[in-house]
C-alpha cells in the first residue's frame, strides 16, 4: 500500500471516530452488534470451514500441477469445459462467500482464467444444493427454481465479461506466468485428487447445518456427518504422510500460513463493519431495519437494486439467507427483489470484498461487483414482472 493510500485510511478512520456520537444509544448498539458479529463469526465459521479452505487452497498450490489447472481451467482451455468445471463446483462446495475466498486465490494464483476463476468465485457461495433445496422448501419452488437458474447462469455471464472486458490484462497476465515443463517427479493426478477430495468431503460434512425434520435423507446425513467427517480427516493425512515428502508438506503448510495471512486480517475488519453498519439477522445495525424492509417493497428497479446492493454488502453465512427473506417477505418485501438479494447476498459481503481486491486488484473488483448487483437487479425486476 502506498504512503498516500495509508494517510487516507489513517484521516478517514480518524474523522469517523472524531465525530461519531459515541454516546448515542444507536451507536452502543451497533458497536455491540459489531462485536456479536465478529464472536459468532470466529465461532461458528473460521475453525470448521475457513481453516480447511486455507489447507485445501495451499494443496491446490503445491498439490496440483500448474498444467492441470491451466488445462481445465486456463484462459485457452476450451469454455465449455473451463465453465462447466467452475459454474458445477458450487453444488459442491456448500461455503459462504468468505469461505471460498482461499480456494478462488489458489486456482488464480495458479494459473486459472480470469473468467473460470470468477465464474468458480460466484459459484460456489451462489450454488450449493443445500441452499437451492432449502430456497425452495421455505420460500416456494419458483423461488427455488429461480435461484438455482439465475445462479448457475449469472455464474458464466459474469465468467465471460470478465474475460471480454479484461482480455488485453489477462493475455499479459498469461504470458507472464512460468509454467515448468513436467519433469516426471511430479505426483498422479489421481493421488493429488484424492488428497483434495477428502479435505472437501471433510468441509462439506463438518459444516452440514441441522436439518429442521427428524426423518427423512438429510436428517440421516447429518446424523454420520462427524463419522464421515473423520474418516475424510484421517483418511488425507494418511496420504499426505505416504504420498507426500516431508519438503512438500512444509511446503504446502507455508502456502497455506500465506493465504490464511492474505485473508484473515480484511475478513475480521470486513465483519466488523458490516455487523456496525447492517447488524446480525434479527438485530440492527446504525441502519435500522425498517428503512430496509421499506426501501424494497414492491418491485421497482429501485427497490430491486436497492436489495441487490444490501445484499452485496451485508455478511451471510451459509443458508442463514433464507429466513432472513422468510422475515423480509413477511415484513411487505416484494418477490423481485427477494430473488435480487438471494443472487447478490451470498456470492458477496463486505469482508468478501476486501480480500478479493488483493488478488484482482481494484478495478477488476468493482467490475465484478458492479456485474453481480447488476445482474441481480435485471433478474429481480424480470421474476417480480412474470
Not at 56 to 74: D, P, T
Request: glycine letters at 8%; a positive charge.
Amino acid at each position: 500500500m502506498s504512503d498516500n493510500k495509508k494517510f487516507t485510511l489513517i484521516l478517514i478512520t480518524f474523522l469517523f471516530f472524531y465525530f461519531i456520537p459515541a454516546d448515542s444509544p444507536r451507536v452502543s448498539i451497533a458497536a455491540s452488534e459489531a462485536l456479536a458479529m465478529l464472536h459468532e463469526y470466529a465461532r461458528q465459521h473460521v475453525l470448521l470451514c475457513l481453516v480447511p479452505a486455507f489447507f485445501i487452497a495451499g494443496a491446490i498450490s503445491v498439490f496440483i500441477s500448474q498444467q492441470s489447472v491451466m488445462k481445465y481451467l486456463g484462459s485457452n482451455a476450451k469454455k465449455f469445459v473451463s465453465y462447466s468445471v467452475a459454474a458445477v463446483s458450487g453444488t459442491v462446495l456448500a461455503v459462504c462467500s468468505c469461505t471460498v475466498l482461499p480456494l478462488f486465490a489458489g486456482i488464480y494464483t495458479r494459473g486459472a482464467g480470469i473468467g473460470p476463476a470468477t465464474a468458480f468465485l460466484y459459484s460456489g457461495p451462489a450454488i450449493n444444493v443445500l441452499a437451492i433445496i432449502l430456497t425452495a422448501r421455505v420460500l416456494g419452488f419458483e423461488m427455488g427454481l429461480a435461484r438455482a437458474v439465475g445462479a448457475i447462469l449469472f455464474s458464466v455471464v459474469i465468467g465471460l465479461a470478465m474475460s471480454i472486458i479484461f482480455r488485453k490484462d489477462e493475455e499479459k497476465r498469461q504470458e507472464a506466468i512460468a509454467v515448468p515443463a513436467e519433469d516426471g517427479t511430479s505426483h498422479p493426478l489421481w493421488q493429488s485428487a484424492s488428497v483434495m477430495a477428502g479435505m472437501i468431503c471433510f468441509l462439506i460434512f463438518a459444516n452440514l447445518a441441522t436439518p429442521k425434520a427428524n426423518i427423512g435423507f438429510w436428517a440421516q446425513l447429518y446424523k454420520v456427518k462427524w463419522i464421515v467427517a473423520t474418516i475424510s480427516i484421517s483418511f488425507t493425512a494418511l496420504v499426505i504422510k505416504k504420498w507426500f515428502s516431508a519438503e512438500e508438506r512444509s511446503e504446502w503448510y507455508s502456502a497455506t500460513w500465506g493465504y490464511a495471512l492474505q485473508v484473515l486480517p480484511l475478513l475480521f475488519a470486513g465483519v466488523l463493519i458490516a455487523g456496525f453498519l447492517l447488524g446480525r439477522p434479527g438485530h440492527e445495525g446504525i441502519i435500522p431495519g425498517a428503512y430496509v424492509s421499506y426501501l424494497v417493497g414492491g418491485n421497482s428497479i429501485f427497490s430491486n437494486f436497492f436489495a441487490s446492493i444490501v445484499g452485496a454488502f451485508m455478511y451471510f453465512a451459509t443458508l442463514t439467507e433464507v429466513p432472513i427473506l422468510q422475515g423480509l417477505l413477511g415484513a411487505g418485501m416484494g418477490k423481485g427483489p427477494a430473488l435480487a438479494l438471494l443472487l447478490a447476498g451470498p456470492a458477496l459481503s463486505l469482508p468478501n470484498m476486501l480480500v478479493i481486491r488483493t488478488v484482482l486488484g481494484t478495478k477488476k473488483t468493482v467490475t465484478y461487483v458492479i456485474l453481480v448487483v447488476l445482474l441481480s437487479t435485471l433478474a429481480g425486476i424480470i421474476y417480480g414482472n412474470l
